[in-house]
């Protein structure tokens, strides 16, 4: 990872929101079409076209060998979950992570999605790890450094006897899809790198119901809760300013598409 910190200039960071909202306008397409039956493949297939028709070029696809648009993380799988032949069931929940670029510039989000009937506790991790999202966009502030961010995750997930995923971060966003500085998801406050206004962030909460603990499985891709039990991963591209973050993702549209098929919690 680029050990240089990148300032944007605000025509920069604008290139940076829109291909965010492109992402968040295929997460959209996303939300409309996961269901029980449908296979990851297709997601992903449907991804890539959606983006090269709206004149973008996906983000993963290609990037350190990565064969596919979309990586989709099921139950117990963190993140980098590869697209394929999987069909999606009932009560699964499923973390879908893209990027595009356009313009010279990346936009990151992804956001986990429940399908069908997911149960209670698991619902509870999601609204959680959201919340995390949240209380960590709200540390991205000018003068404010990386731990203030982490530890507002770490402090809201923990009091939900969460675990914290260490081994994966958030990163810098801009020319390159990561960039510096890494943005962990727990810390200190007053520690890490200071953030300054024009810093592209994307903060990626991955919480666990249990253990903060994870693996790789033998795809060279795949992470996975060790104790089996199911993770969720929200993340937003934002933007340093002072006083208050400035969101450059959405998720408005994939609400949207819940809300009309009725399965927003």
């Not at 099921?74 to 670029?101: I, K, Q, T, W």
């Not at 506790?121 to 959201?130: N, P, Q």
């Not at 200190?188 to 909460?205: F, K």
Request: glycine share 12%; hydrophobic share 40%.
């Amino acid at each position: 990872m680029a050990r240089t910190v990148h300032i944007l200039s605000d025509d920069e960071i604008a290139l940076v929101r829109e291909s965010s909202l492109l992402v968040g306008r295929t997460l959209a397409e996303v939300a409309g079409m996961i269901a029980p039956g449908v296979t990851t493949g297709e997601l992903d297939r449907m991804a890539e076209t959606f983006i090269r028709d709206n004149g973008g070029i996906p983000g993963f696809k290609g990037l350190y060998g990565c064969p596919s648009t979309l990586l989709i993380s099921v139950n117990s799988e963190v993140v980098h979950g590869l697209p394929g032949d999987r069909a999606l069931r009932d009560g699964d929940v499923a973390s879908v992570d893209c990027g595009v670029l356009m313009n010279g510039f990346y936009g990151d989000s992804a956001y986990t999605f429940c399908v069908g009937e997911v149960a209670a506790e698991t619902r509870t991790l999601l609204s959680v790890t959201l919340e995390c999202l949240a209380k960590g966009i709200e540390q991205a502030v000018a003068g404010n450094r990386t731990g203030d961010i982490g530890h507002a995750i770490q402090q809201h997930a923990e009091a939900h006897g969460y675990g914290v995923v260490r081994e994966l971060v958030g990163h810098g966003v801009g020319r390159k899809l990561h960039e510096a500085p890494e943005v962990p998801n727990y810390g200190r406050r007053g520690q890490g790198a200071i953030l300054r206004e024009g810093m592209a962030l994307a903060i990626e909460p991955m919480i666990n119901m249990g253990t903060k603990e994870v693996r790789q499985l033998d795809d060279g891709w795949t992470i996975v809760t060790r104790d089996g039990r199911p993770s969720a991963h929200f993340e937003h591209t934002v933007c340093v300013r002072a006083g208050k973050a400035e969101v450059l993702s959405t998720f408005s549209h994939i609400e949207d598409v819940l809300k009309r098929k009725g399965v927003m919690a």
